[in-house]
Structures are given as structure tokens and as C-alpha cells.
């Protein structure tokens, strides 16, 4: 089976968020860049959980970015990723970059693809939608579970008020949230046997964005914490009620 | 024309489809247009009370295999009703079913979506929409640059807004593709309301110590008629479910309330709950950061306050 994993390079979640050039561009200053952990810690160590199970398994990685990436694909190939292929294209617009996947996706002919269920970043929860589109497979999400058996799928989801488990023939799309598995750490020979595995660079084919950043801002700052006293808790039962009008 | 995307479980309309049909009725009329609903499936609600909200059409496909939510069907079904029925801007809600069809039905027509939207568009120049970035922490412009426009937009971020009217409601002939997904097992906890529907939450992190003392929270989500939720360390040593998890890589809610109880106001944890509207800390040390976050604090022992806040809302409600 192969399994194609899509992995996204994203801010750290604990990295200052700025604008430079006029609100317009994220600040990339001092930085540290992460894989998007919904993309490693719940369908990338999934993947290695499947391929543990059976050997047959073949965990193929693919990112959408320029070179500034590949520190962190490496890291994925040094958790478990076979081999990895980097779309050079820096777009921001979802719609460009999920064109780009499925063209990987069409050449490879996999039977599993995973995505996050959404990057930290841009919050948008749209290239698995899209690829099942463009690509005209099941897709499933925001998956909880998922176990394979032959050539079947079963992908437990989240549904308003609970969950859902569903059956499906590959191929299948499914996006991954928690439940799917426990992070992982890369040991050493992780690390060492990732310096040789394959990295391929495609050049970028999609260029028409349907969207573009007009500016960013920050939200306006809290005006500041009213402090109530323990004691006083029908004080706070009346602020709630009168002033913040809530309950 | 704006189309409203109308999303249904168990043939019932969900909250955020109805905030939708508001957000695109007041988009419509900044258009200088008029808004209509579609429903896929077959739902108990009278579906000309959709005027209420602002629709002054519903089209239905009124095939009960809808009544299922297949992504793969319901995208297909969705572009081919809304290519007859012809829209500019197509709304969903940004919930589980409308962020996994969604951007499949933006492919479909050819159209620039934005998802996660937090306010209206500006269309005096362009069609630019504000969405959520970064979990919250920032908001960033988009301009969607095709003739066809998709948006979801944030639950809790708009409102449902009622006016008088109906809807008429026509029935619309779209041929529905079988699906090829077969649901095994649904597992709903009953009687309890979505955490991304609730607009009164009481949440606990680690400061509680352990699950036996969550009676407290629970007493004090009882009281007011809230959900619950919880930090991810506390999901994590499985003291809560993880459908409480809320958080940067939980689940992201903007309630009207949201009381932390013994949460610290990790970077991670804020950026699930930034967009509540009001945020009462209980916390005993004064230099939790989530205070920073806050607008109404108590610095405290959570084992004594929250028992005294839960009496002094009984107290409230039995006098008013
Ligand atoms: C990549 C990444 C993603 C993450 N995603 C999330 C996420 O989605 N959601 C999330 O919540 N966390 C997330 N975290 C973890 C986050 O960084 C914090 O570790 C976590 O939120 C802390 O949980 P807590 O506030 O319950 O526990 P703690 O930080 O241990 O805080 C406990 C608080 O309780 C207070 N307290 C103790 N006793 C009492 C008492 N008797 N009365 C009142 N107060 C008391 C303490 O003063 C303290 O402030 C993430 C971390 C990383 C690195």
C-alpha cells in the first residue's frame, strides 16, 4: 500500500505573530518552523503505525514550498517517511497548492492520502476537500481512527455531539485530527538514515492563485482583567449579568 | 444571487447553517441581491420558515440518500444544483460537514474560496474576506479574485438575525451519484450540546488536580446550563474525553461565555478560545498568563470559589 502524506512547514506555536511590508507579510524574523503538528503528530505517525503493522506499507511525503523547507522534511523522513517530494511553490492560496498535490497524487497512484485537518497557520481545512475533488475520491474528516484491512478503510470521524465510523474501499482521503496516534520523537538513527532517503524537487506548474493577502492585523488588545474577589461571588454573578450581558 | 448552503444531521438543520442564512441574507443585501437556501436531503423543519432567518427561496433535492452526509456525494450534488440554480457567492458554515465540502464544491465551480471567515466581505472594491489565521492570534484580508465566490464563515462569529417572511421552496431534480461510504457505528453523546454550538462553556485544566473533582465544574456547568471542556494535558491523562479538548490542536470555540478553571493560559490553549466573547479566569496564582487574556478574574482556590460562584448563580436565577 502506499500511503501519501502531506505535510505543511508552519510557524512554531509558540512564535510571536508580526507583519512587516505594511501588514502584508508575516514576519518570519526569529521564527522557528515546525512541521504543522496535526500533519506529524496525527497522519505522519500514523502512516509509521500502519507501516509497522505491515512492511508492505510505503510512506511517500509531499510539501508545497520553497527550499526553506526542507529542514523540516527531512525531519519527517527522519520519523518514518520513505521518500519525499517538494513541490517548488511558495503560493499561499489552498486552491493553488491542492492543484499541486493532486498532480503528485496522479502521477503516484497511492492508495491513502493524508492531511492534517487543518495547518496552524492558515487555518483553512481545505486541501483534502479540494484533492477529493480534483482527484474524485471518498474523503473523510476530521478523522479520529482509521485502520486498514485489505483493501478497505475504517476511518472513525468526528461529528457534532460525537462520532462516526465508516467503512470505504481505497483509495480514500482522510484528514487527520487527534485520537489518530502519539507523537513521536526521532531517534538518531532516524536522523542519520533520513540524510539519504529521497528528496525529490518538482518545479511548480499551477500559478493562478484565486485568492490574494490584502493585509493582515493583529486583534484589538483586551482592555484589561477586572479582578473580583473570592469572596464576592454574586458581584461577579451581577457583572456577568449587567455588564457583559451573558447569562 | 448569494446561495446558502444548508447543512442537516438527522434531517435537523444545524445552528450554524441558520447563522449562515443571516450572514449571507446581510451579505446579499449589501450586494444589492437576494439570498436562497439549498438543502440536500429531507429535513422535519418547514423549510419556508428559512424566511425567518432571511432566505426568500429554499431549493431542495429532495433525495432522502442525502439524508446521509457523504462529502464525495453532497460536494457533487452541491456544484451541480448550485450550476442550475446559478449564484455569485456561495455561503457555508464553517463546521465539520461545511469545511469537508466546501472547498471540494469551490473546485468544482471553479471559484476562490476563503474559509473561516469572521465578518462580513468588504465589496466596495473587489470582494475581500476577513478570516482567523494563526488559531486567532491574527486576522488576515483575502481578496477572491474569480466571478464565483465560496466562503464558510466562523460559527458564533455573526449571529442568527430573524425577520419577518417566508420562503417559497421549490424542488430542484439533480441526479445524486450512490455512495460508496457505509457508516458502521454512530456514537453521540446524548443530550449534550456541540462545544462549537454552546455559547455558555466551563472548562478545566490541570489545576483540578484529578477527575474526581470534577464534580465542581460540573455543578457549575449545570447551574448555567453550559458545556464543558477542558486543556489538553487533561484529555491527554484522559481525566475528559477528548471531543473537550479545546485549544490550538483541539477544537476552536467562540462561546459568549467561557469560564477557565485552573487552566494557566498557554499560547496553545488561548488560541482555541481568543474569540469568546467574555472570559472569566479562576486561577489561585495572580501571575497565570491566562489573566492577561481574561476580562473578569479571581485570583483563587478553584476548590472554593467555583462551589461559592455555582450558589451565587442558583441564588441569582431562584430570585429573578
Ligand atoms: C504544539 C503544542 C500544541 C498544544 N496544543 C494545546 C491545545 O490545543 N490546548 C491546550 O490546552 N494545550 C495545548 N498545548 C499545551 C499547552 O502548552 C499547556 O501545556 C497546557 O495548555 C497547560 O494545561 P493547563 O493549563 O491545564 O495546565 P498547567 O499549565 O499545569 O496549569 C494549571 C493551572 O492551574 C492553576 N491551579 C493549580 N491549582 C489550583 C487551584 N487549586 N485553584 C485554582 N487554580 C489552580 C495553576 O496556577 C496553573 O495556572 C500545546 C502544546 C504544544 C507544544
Redesign the pocket.
Known amino acids: 500500500m502506499k500511503v501519501l502524506v502531506c505535510i505543511s512547514k508552519t510557524p512554531d506555536?509558540?512564535a510571536k505573530i508580526a507583519f512587516t511590508e505594511g501588514n502584508t507579510k508575516f514576519d518570519e524574523n526569529g521564527v522557528q518552523w515546525?512541521i504543522n503538528?496535526y500533519d506529524e503528530w496525527y497522519s505522519l505517525v500514523r502512516a509509521i503505525e500502519l507501516k509497522e503493522k505491515d512492511p508492505t506499507v510505503t510512506i511517500h511525503l509531499v510539501t508545497v514550498s520553497g527550499a526553506d523547507a526542507e529542514p523540516i522534511i527531512r525531519k519527517a523522513l527522519a520519523l518514518g517517511g520513505d521518500e519525499a517530494i517538494r513541490v517548488n511553490n511558495t503560493s499561499n492560496d489552498s486552491m493553488v497548492v491542492a492543484q499541486e498535490i493532486a498532480a503528485v497524487a496522479k502521477e503516484g497512484a497511492y492508495d491513502l492520502i493524508l492531511t492534517g485537518k487543518e495547518t496552524i497557520d492558515y487555518n483553512s481545512a481545505s486541501i483534502g476537500s479540494m484533492l477529493s475533488a480534483l482527484l474524485d475520491q471518498n474523503y473523510i474528516a476530521p478523522a479520529t481512527k482509521l485502520e486498514i484491512d485489505g483493501t478497505k478503510a475504517l476511518v472513525t470521524r468526528e461529528i457534532d455531539g460525537g462520532e462516526e465510523t465508516a467503512e470505504t474501499n481505497l483509495p480514500v482521503i482522510v484528514s487527520c485530527q487527534k485520537g489518530m496516534a502519539e507523537q513521536r520523537i526521532p531517534n538518531m538513527r532516524g536522523i542519520m538514515a533520513a540524510r539519504t532517503k529521497p528528496l525529490k524537487v518538482v518545479e511548480a506548474s499551477i500559478q493562478t492563485a484565486t485568492t490574494s493577502i490584502q493585509q493582515f492585523d493583529l486583534p484589538p488588545a483586551k482592555s484589561g482583567v477586572k479582578l473580583i474577589d473570592p469572596t464576592q461571588m454574586d458581584e461577579l454573578v451581577r457583572l456577568l449579568k449587567e455588564e457583559a450581558k451573558v447569562i | 444571487m448569494v446561495l446558502i448552503y444548508i447543512d442537516q444531521a438527522d434531517q435537523e438543520i444545524k445552528k450554524a447553517s441558520l447563522e449562515a442564512i443571516s450572514y449571507g441574507a446581510a451579505l446579499a443585501k449589501q450586494l444589492g441581491t437576494h439570498a436562497e437556501a439549498l438543502v440536500l436531503g429531507t429535513v422535519k423543519e418547514d423549510l419556508s420558515s428559512l424566511g425567518k432567518y432571511g432566505a426568500s427561496k429554499v431549493h431542495q433535492v429532495a433525495n432522502d440518500s442525502l439524508n446521509h452526509f457523504d462529502a464525495r456525494v453532497n460536494s457533487i450534488v452541491a456544484a451541480e444544483a448550485i450550476k442550475t440554480i446559478g449564484a455569485d457567492v456561495v455561503v457555508f458554515a464553517h463546521n465539520t460537514n461545511g469545511k469537508a465540502v466546501a472547498p471540494a464544491v469551490a473546485v468544482k465551480l471553479n471559484a476562490g474560496i476563503v474559509t473561516g471567515a469572521s465578518a462580513l466581505p468588504k465589496t466596495d472594491n473587489g470582494f475581500v474576506v476577513t478570516k482567523t489565521v494563526f488559531s486567532g492570534k491574527a486576522f488576515a484580508s483575502l481578496k477572491i479574485e474569480t466571478a464565483i465566490k465560496v466562503i464558510t464563515i466562523n460559527q458564533n462569529s455573526f449571529g442568527i438575525q430573524l425577520t419577518e417572511g417566508t420562503a417559497s421552496v421549490e424542488s430542484l431534480a439533480i441526479s445524486v451519484p450512490a455512495s460508496t461510504i457505509k457508516i458502521t457505528a454512530v456514537n453521540k453523546v446524548e443530550g449534550e450540546i456541540p462545544l462549537t454550538e454552546a455559547s455558555l462553556v466551563v472548562s478545566?485544566?490541570?489545576?483540578?488536580?484529578g477527575p474526581e473533582n470534577w464534580g465542581i465544574l460540573l455543578d457549575l456547568a449545570k447551574s448555567l446550563g453550559a458545556s464543558t471542556a477542558?486543556?489538553?494535558?487533561?484529555s491527554d491523562a484522559d481525566w475528559r474525553p477528548h471531543h473537550e479538548?479545546?485549544?490550538?490542536?483541539?477544537i476552536q470555540i467562540a462561546p459568549n461565555l467561557y469560564i477557565a478553571?485552573?487552566?494557566?493560559?498557554?499560547?496553545?490553549?488561548l488560541?482555541?478560545v481568543n474569540r469568546s466573547k467574555t472570559i472569566v479566569v479562576?486561577?489561585?496564582?495572580p501571575e497565570?498568563p491566562?489573566f492577561k487574556a481574561a476580562d473578569y478574574g479571581v485570583v483563587?482556590?478553584?476548590?472554593e470559589?467555583v462551589p461559592a460562584l455555582t450558589a451565587a448563580i442558583i441564588k441569582s436565577k431562584a430570585g429573578a
Open positions: 506555536t509558540t515546525i503538528p | 478545566g485544566g490541570r489545576g483540578l488536580k477542558c486543556s489538553r494535558p487533561v479538548h479545546v485549544g490550538q490542536t483541539g478553571i485552573g487552566i494557566s493560559g498557554a499560547i496553545q490553549h488560541a482555541g479562576i486561577n489561585k496564582d497565570a491566562f483563587g482556590d478553584a476548590f470559589v
